[in-house]
């Protein structure tokens, strides 16, 4: 049975200067390439007005490259995911995962939280990192499918798609060519924003990939 897992923890944030609700967000010098952890509803807000700035408009296009392998949903606001019970605060390994079977898992996972908080009085149980089982008072829960439609309202040029990745590996073939997909068209000034859970190893590598395609798009505009 997968269990529900409360993503952030406390000493998530690593980096100085936090944006509030997106972990360890910064930039990479010299390219407009971006790497974070799994943002609150908020926080992804608070990311997308980051990176567009003053400058860039809001209803341009933005690309959001999502590198988690497991299911996300947000409750009051806050992201959770399912987990295996033996991949409670380690690093969740979970296989050939693509982007149909993360989006079908989601939406299994939606239905499940939303049968338990029906059935336990708008509750729901969880797991923290140090597995400590807590309790959810659930007042609002959404897919972050749900979540990235609702964004679109205010940032409509916003292009989310999931590479699911896993954590202790190099990514596959396929994913490579999942992202290079995604920004084909995009022009060398399209904020591209890259997260995992921490925002730490493969969102690292997720960015390392996005600027090795933005220098080929350098090279070609020189030609």
């Known amino acids: ?4 897992w409360q993503i952030t923890f406390e000493k998530i944030q690593k980096l100085p200067e936090p944006i509030p609700g997106c972990p360890n967000f910064r930039r990479v010098p ?3 390439v971006y790497c974070c952890g799994q943002p609150t509803i908020a926080g992804f807000e608070a990311t997308l007005n980051k990176v567009c ?4 408009p809001k209803d341009g296009k933005i690309i959001w490259l999502n590198l988690r392998q497991e299911p ?8 959770i995911c399912a ?3 033996n991949k409670i605060g380690e690093y969740a390994e979970l296989g050939n995962i693509t982007r149909d079977i993360a989006k079908a898992n989601e939406v299994d996972f939606l239905q499940v939280c939303e049968k ?7 509750k729901i149980k969880a797991v923290d990192i140090n597995k400590k089982d807590i309790e959810l008072q659930v007042k609002e829960i959404k897919s972050l499918s749900q979540v990235i439609e609702g964004l679109k309202e205010k940032f409509p040029g916003l292009v989310h798609m999931r590479v699911p990745v896993c954590n202790s590996a190099a990514p596959m073939e396929t994913d490579f060519d999942v992202i290079c997909s995604t920004l084909v068209g995009s022009s060398v000034n399209t904020p591209i924003i890259v997260n ?3 925002g730490l190893s493969r969102a690292t590598t997720g960015c390392v990939a996005v600027c090795l395609f933005k220098e080929f798009q350098l090279s070609a505009s020189y030609e």
């Open 53 to 56: 700035g003053d400058i860039y």
């Open 116 to 122: 338990r908080a029906e059935e336990n009085g708008g």
């Open 196 to 198: 995992d859970q921490a």
């Open 30 to 32: 010299g390219y407009k």
């Open 83 to 85: 987990r295996p019970p």
């Open 72 to 79: 996300s949903l947000y409750v009051n606001g806050e992201p």
């Open 1 to 4: 049975m997968q269990h529900a």
